[in-house]
C-alpha cells in the first residue's frame, strides 16, 4: 500500500482567465464550452436553470455545490446522456444541443461517473483498450479478418500500457477490472477516459470514495491533463482538492449558478458558506463538540 | 425392454441435422444473450423466418438452392432489424416481452389460411429441397455405420449441415475475440460506460441481433430441410428448448451452445425412447407409454430450473463472465 | 479511566469474506466500551465496511468471534441483533423512497411497534427537521436529508450500539459537518456507536478510539487525537492535504 508522498509541485494556477468582472455567467477569455439558457426539469422540480456559463479552455474549474445542486444534471445535460427543456451549447464552436452522447465522446468532450464504470467483468487491459477511438476492428465485417487490425491493435495496446504504467495499475492489467479496490477502479476510469484522447475531461467526483493517501496522486494526474493540453471540468465535495487545484470555480445551488471565481474568492463568498461549504470549514470538530478544550489562545 | 433400440435411438441424436439446426440456432442466441444480454424470447420465430424463407423462395419464387439459402439469411436479417428498431432502446425486459410476441405472430401469419397459396397454413409446406438434392456429391448408396447409417440424401444433409455449422461456429469465434467483441462484451455489462468512450451502441446491439439472428434462421432451415416445415414446429415450447440448450452449455461461450445442443437432443433422444419402453415394462406405475413420452419434456423443464438455479454459468461458462448470475 | 468500562463490542480475531477463498478481514480485533464513539478508518478494501457487515450477520464470518455483552453473536442474522439492541445504518440503500419519512420511523420499530411512540420522541428531538416533514416522501429527499432518515430509522429502536457506514458519505461539506455533529449528539445521548468512515480528519476529531485498518487486520489503534497527530498515521491514511 503505498502512501502519500509530499505533491511534486505546488500547481501553477492559470489566472486572467474571465473578461470583467467574477460573477456567474461571466464571459472567458477563451472559453471551450460556452452554455445560454440550459434548463431541465424533473415533474415540477427545477433541476438546472442555467442562464450563462463559459468554461475557460485548458484550466482546470471546479463545479462546487450541496447535493441536489444540479452539477451532475449539468454533466448529463452538456455530454448528451439527457435531453434539456431549453438551451443551446456549443464545443468548440461546434454546436452540441442534440447529439447524442457517443457523438459528444467522439469530438473530444469525455466523461467520467460518479459511480464508477469500470466495466468489471473486462480485464484492466482490455477496458484501456476499449477506450480508443477509430478502431478498425470494431467494424462488423472488418473484425471477422485479424490481419486487418492486428496492427493497430498492437500500437493500441502499447498506448494503454504505457498510460496503465503512468497510473500505476500496469502490474493489473491482465486482472478484471471487478477484483480491482475502488480507488483503483476510479484510477482506470480516468485512464482509459484519457485513451480517446480528449480535448475536455469531465469527471464527476473523481475523489469519491477513495483513501485520502490516494488522493494526492489522483490529483497530480489531474494536474498533468492540464500540462498536457487538455481542459478539465470536474465535480467535487473535497474543498482541499479544489483549493489546491482548481483555476476557477463555478458554485451552483438549486439548479442556478450562484458564484464564480477564483477560489480563495468564491470560498469567502457568504452565499456560498451558507448554501454549502458550513461555518466549521476550518474548525476542528473536536472543539465544536466540547469533545475536547485546546489551551487557551488556540482556535 | 429393448434397450439396444433405446441406445440406438439416443446415439443417432448426437449426428442428426436436428441437432445441428438446434446448435446453430443456440448459437445465434448466444451472440443476443450471452454476449449482448438481450433477451430474446421468440429465436423460434427467428428459426420460422428462416425456415419459411427457404421453402418459400424455392416453392413460390423457384429460386435455385443457394439462392433460397440467402433469401432466408436476409429475412432473418430483416426480421431482426424490423424487431430491433423499436426495442432496442428500450429496458431489457421489453425486449424479451415484444419478442415472445414477435415469434407468435410470425407463427400465427404462416398458420393463417390467408396466403395458404404460398405458406401451406397448416399443412405446412413439403418438397422444396430437389433443387438442394440435385447438387448431392455422394452417390447412391448407404453411408456410416451402426446406429449412424444414412441414405445419400440423409448423409449430405448432414455434412451440409455440419459445414454451416462449422463457419458460423468460426464466424462467431473471430466476431467474439475481435475489438467488436470487445465492445459488445462492454455493452452488455454497461450501456453509458461505452457511451461515454464515443462508441454507438444502438448499432452495436442492432448488428449483434442481425448477425445472431442470421445464424438462427439458417438453423431453421436446415431444420426444415430433411422433411417438411409446418408452423406446428416453430411454437413457443422451440424457444425454451433452446434456451435450455444454450443455458445447459455456457450461454457466454461459443461452443457452449454447441454443447448444450447435443446434450439437449441425445437426452431427448434418450428419455424419448426409455420411458415409453419403461412405462410398457410396467416400471411407471399406471402411466401409459403415450403419457411417458410427454414425461420427458416435464423432466426437460426440471432441467432448465435446476440448471438455472444451481449453475446458471452452465458447463462450459466461467461464473465470472456472467453478468446475470447474482452472488 | 476508560479502561473500567464495560466492554460492550468485543470483534475477536475475524476472518470473513464475500466469495469463496477471498478473505477480506484476515484476523481483525474491535473494542468498543460502554459509551465510547469508535471511529474505523483505512484505504478502500481494507475491510471496513466489511468488519461492519460481519458484526451485523451480513457477511461469511470464517475465523473468529463476535461477542455483545459476553455473549457470543458470530453469525446471527440481524433481526436477533435487532432484538438484542443493535442498530445498524448502511451505506447506500438505506431508505424505503417510495414511503414517507413517517413510514420509514415506522420500519424501525417493526420488531416491537409499540415503541414507536417513545423512539419518535427521541428521533424528533435528535432531529427536528425530520419531525417537520413527517409526510414527505423520503425518495424526494437529498442524501443528506436522507442520512437523516437512515439514522432516525436505526434510533426508533433505541438501541445501545449503532453501526454506522460511511454516514458522510457523498455529502456536500456543510452536510457532512452536520452529520458528524450529529453522530456525536447520538453518542452523547449514551449510545455506543461505532462508524466507519472515509473522511478520516473529520472521524478522528469526534471518536473517543480510533482503528486505521489496513489489508484486513487493525493495523493501528489509539485515542483518536493520538491517531490525527500521529505522523505515520498522517503519511500513511489522512493525507497532508487535509491538515
New interface residues.
Given amino acids: 500500500m503505498s502512501g502519500s508522498k509530499p505533491m511534486k509541485k505546488t500547481p501553477q494556477k492559470s489566472t486572467g482567465l474571465h473578461q470583467g468582472e467574477a460573477r456567474p455567467g461571466v464571459p472567458k477569455v477563451d472559453p471551450i464550452l460556452v452554455a445560454d439558457h440550459v434548463s431541465r426539469k424533473f415533474g415540477g422540480l427545477v433541476a438546472v436553470d442555467v442562464e450563462h456559463l463559459e468554461i475557460p479552455r485548458g484550466a482546470i474549474t471546479a463545479l462546487i455545490g450541496p447535493n441536489g445542486a444540479g452539477k451532475t444534471t449539468l454533466f448529463n445535460l452538456l455530454t448528451g446522456f439527457d435531453k434539456p427543456d431549453t438551451g443551446s451549447w456549443s464545443f468548440s464552436g461546434e454546436n452540441l444541443a442534440g447529439i447524442p452522447a457517443h457523438k459528444v465522446a467522439e469530438m473530444g468532450q469525455v466523461r467520467t461517473f460518479q459511480l464508477t464504470k469500470a466495466l468489471g467483468l473486462l480485464t484492466v487491459l482490455e477496458n484501456m483498450k476499449l477506450g480508443a477511438k477509430d478502431q478498425t476492428g470494431e467494424s462488423l465485417f472488418q473484425s471477422i479478418f485479424p490481419f486487418l487490425w492486428k496492427k493497430q491493435e498492437a500500437e493500441i495496446e502499447e498506448r494503454a500500457l504505457e498510460i496503465l504504467e503512468r497510473f500505476k495499475l500496469l502490474k493489473l492489467k491482465d486482472d478484471f477490472a471487478a477484483s480491482l479496490s475502488g480507488g483503483q477502479r476510479k484510477l482506470l476510469e480516468m485512464a482509459r477516459a484519457l485513451m480517446t484522447n480528449p480535448t475536455l475531461v469531465m469527471l464527476d467526483e473523481p475523489m469519491a470514495g477513495v483513501n485520502p493517501a490516494l488522493t494526492e496522486s489522483l490529483l497530480e494526474h489531474i494536474l498533468d491533463l492540464k500540462t498536457e493540453g487538455m481542459t478539465v471540468l470536474f465535480v467535487e465535495h473535497d474543498m482541499h482538492m479544489v483549493r489546491h487545484i482548481a483555476d476557477w470555480v463555478v458554485v451552483m445551488a438549486e439548479g442556478r449558478i450562484i458564484a464564480e471565481g477564483p477560489p480563495e474568492d468564491v470560498m469567502k463568498d457568504e452565499a456560498v458558506v451558507d448554501a454549502y461549504l458550513g461555518s466549521h470549514q476550518d474548525v476542528d470538530l473536536g472543539v465544536v463538540t466540547g469533545r475536547i478544550t485546546l489551551p487557551k489562545g488556540e482556535k | 425392454m429393448d434397450i439396444v433400440s433405446i441406445l440406438n435411438n439416443t446415439a443417432q441424436a448426437l449426428f442428426s441435422p436436428v441437432t445441428i439446426a438446434f446448435a446453430m440456432a443456440a448459437l445465434g442466441l448466444a451472440i443476443h444473450f450471452g454476449f449482448v444480454g438481450l433477451l430474446n424470447f421468440g429465436i423460434a420465430g427467428f428459426m420460422a423466418v428462416g425456415a419459411y424463407g427457404y421453402a418459400i423462395s424455392t416453392l413460390t419464387f423457384g429460386f435455385p438452392w443457394w439462392a433460397a439459402f440467402l433469401a432466408a439469411m436476409a429475412a432473418s436479417a430483416v426480421f431482426a432489424v424490423i424487431l430491433g428498431i423499436p426495442t432496442l432502446q428500450l429496458r431489457g425486459d421489453y425486449l424479451a416481452i415484444v419478442t415472445i410476441a414477435a415469434a407468435e405472430i410470425v407463427r400465427l401469419l404462416l398458420l393463417s389460411t390467408t396466403w395458404i397459396e404460398t405458406t401451406g397454413s397448416a399443412d405446412g409446406l413439403v418438397a422444396y429441397a430437389n433443387d438442394f438434392r440435385s447438387i448431392n456429391p455422394f452417390p447412391d448408396g448407404t453411408y456410416g455405420f451402426g446406429p449412424w447409417s444414412y441414405t445419400a440424401n440423409q448423409f449430405w444433409v448432414l455434412i451440409f449441415a455440419l459445414i454451416i455449422l462449422a463457419l458460423s461456429t468460426l464466424?462467431l469465434w473471430?466476431?467474439v475475440k475481435?475489438?467488436?467483441?470487445?465492445?459488445i462484451?462492454?455493452i452488455?455489462?454497461?450501456e453509458?460506460?461505452?457511451?461515454?468512450?464515443?462508441?454507438?451502441?444502438f448499432a452495436y446491439k442492432m448488428?449483434a441481433l442481425v448477425?445472431g439472428g442470421i445464424v438462427a434462421g439458417l438453423g431453421g432451415a436446415l431444420y426444415v430441410l430433411p422433411s417438411s416445415a409446418n408452423p406446428m414446429l416453430f411454437a413457443t415450447s422451440l424457444t425454451f428448448f433452446v434456451w435450455t440448450a444454450l443455458l445447459l452449455g455456457g450461454a457466454a461461450t461459443v461452443f457452449g451452445p454447441l454443447l448444450g445442443a447435443v446434450i439437449f437432443w441425445v437426452l431427448q433422444a434418450f428419455l424419448g425412447s426409455l420411458l415409453p419402453a419403461m412405462a410398457e415394462a410396467g416400471l411407471l406405475g399406471a402411466l401409459s407409454s403415450a403419457q411417458a413420452g410427454a414425461l420427458r419434456f416435464v423432466l426437460v423443464g426440471l432441467l432448465l430450473v435446476i440448471i438455472v438455479i444451481l449453475r446458471p454459468q452452465g458447463i462450459v461458462g466461467d461464473k465470472?463472465?456472467l453478468?446475470f448470475v447474482r452472488? | 479511566m476508560a479502561e473500567e468500562k464495560n466492554v460492550v463490542v468485543n470483534v475477536d480475531n475475524l476472518v470473513a469474506g464475500y466469495l469463496p477463498g477471498v478473505n477480506i478481514l484476515n484476523g481483525c480485533n474491535l473494542i468498543a466500551r460502554e459509551g465510547e464513539l469508535i471511529g474505523i478508518i483505512g484505504p478502500n478494501g481494507a475491510g471496513k465496511s466489511t468488519l461492519l457487515k460481519a458484526i451485523f450477520g451480513q457477511s461469511k464470518v470464517r475465523e473468529g468471534a463476535v461477542y455483545l455483552n459476553g455473549e457470543n453473536i458470530t453469525g446471527l442474522k440481524a433481526d436477533k441483533l435487532v432484538e438484542r439492541g443493535v442498530g445498524y445504518v448502511p451505506q447506500n440503500n438505506n431508505v424505503f423512497p417510495s414511503l414517507t419519512i413517517e413510514e420509514n420511523l415506522q420500519m424501525g420499530v417493526y420488531q416491537k411497534p409499540d415503541k414507536y411512540d417513545k423512539g419518535l420522541e427521541l428521533v424528533t428531538s435528535l432531529f427536528p427537521e425530520l419531525g417537520a416533514r413527517l409526510k414527505q416522501r423520503a425518495g424526494s429527499l437529498s442524501g443528506g436529508e436522507r442520512q437523516m432518515v437512515a439514522m432516525g430509522r436505526a434510533l426508533m429502536m433505541n438501541p445501545s450500539v449503532l453501526l454506522l457506514d460511511e454516514p458522510s458519505a457523498g455529502l456536500s461539506p456543510v452536510r457532512q459537518d452536520e452529520a458528524f455533529l450529529r453522530v456525536s449528539d447520538i453518542n452523547k445521548a449514551g449510545v455506543t456507536t461505532i462508524m466507519v468512515e472515509q473522511n478520516a480528519r473529520r472521524c478522528l476529531q469526534i471518536c473517543d478510539r480510533g482503528y486505521v485498518l489496513d489489508q484486513g487486520k487493525d493495523a493501528v489503534t489509539g485515542s483518536g487525537r493520538d491517531l490525527l497527530n500521529d505522523p505515520k498515521v498522517i503519511e500513511l491514511y489522512l493525507g497532508s492535504l487535509g491538515a
Fill in positions: 464466424l473471430r466476431l475481435s475489438p467488436w467483441g470487445r465492445v462484451k462492454g452488455r455489462e454497461d453509458d460506460a461505452v457511451r461515454a468512450l464515443g462508441k454507438n451502441v448488428q448477425v465470472r463472465e453478468t452472488k
